[in-house]
């Protein structure tokens, strides 16, 4: 048994992470632990209170699972905060922003479209990180004003309309940064849909756990990053 650990701000969509578990269909389980809302839910001393409860619950590996609580560091300050994540932790440790980064260079992607519900200069912040890591980012699309809350109830189709909306020709693959989407559910269809991979918050954020453990599942469900080589079989 594998057990991952993550630092949850708030419950939006934080479902997706049991039903990311009941994909993988093997000896995988996630714990969350919720560092609650708000502007200090990656401080230190909050982030210290999650991990220690991740801890007796025996997780190996922990990442923050918040995009934007660690992309607007910027790149240094991102690191950062992994290396004090992992001080407290005791265990390898990382952050959704870097795992979007990981994950495109494990699928061989480097031109990105980016769909996000961020207001501009909080979309701005996370195409500087991108490029940080080595990404090119083709478009960054935002249907406006919406609010974290509005975003966590969006269903299939407005999901696909906001990766559609992001797509452009030259990019290799679609990013949907924000944590409060819900998305497991929907990455084979956007997938379909897009005819490119498409990188999604929950779904990069539980692999980066994974890579962390050193642990390579195949469920082709969650998209085309579960299903790369080597496998390990259920």
């Not at 982030?47 to 660690?70: M, N, P």
């Not at 974290?148 to 906001?162: D, H, I, K, Q, S």
Request: avoid cysteine; charged fraction near 20%.
């Amino acid at each position: 048994m594998t057990a991952l650990g993550f630092l949850h701000p708030g419950h939006l969509a934080e479902d997706d992470y049991p039903r990311i578990e009941q994909l993988l269909g093997s000896d995988i389980r996630v714990e969350l632990s919720h560092t609650g809302p708000g502007g200090d839910a990656d401080s230190a001393a909050r982030l210290a209170e999650g991990v220690e409860e991740l801890r007796l619950a025996g997780a190996e590996t922990v990442v923050w699972a918040s995009a934007r609580g660690s992309f607007a560091h910027g790149w240094e300050g991102a690191q950062e905060q992994v290396r004090t994540l992992a001080r407290l932790a005791g265990m390898p440790a990382s952050a959704t922003s870097f795992a979007f980064v990981h994950a495109a260079r494990e699928i061989g992607v480097r031109r990105i479209a980016v769909g996000t519900t961020y207001p501009d200069d909080v979309a701005a912040l996370l195409a500087d990180f991108l490029r940080a890591g080595g990404l090119e980012v083709t478009g960054a699309r935002s249907p406006g004003a919406v609010t974290a809350a509005e975003a966590g109830g969006w269903g299939e189709e407005e999901v696909l309309a906001l990766a559609r909306a992001a797509d452009t020709a030259d990019a290799e693959a679609v990013l949907l940064p924000d944590t409060a989407l819900h998305t497991a559910a929907h990455l084979g269809a956007l997938e379909k849909a897009l005819s490119k991979p498409v990188l999604t918050a929950s779904q990069v954020t539980v692999w980066e756990a994974l890579r962390l453990a050193d642990r390579r599942v195949n469920a082709p469900l969650l998209g085309r990053l579960f299903t790369r080589e080597p496998l390990v079989q259920v």
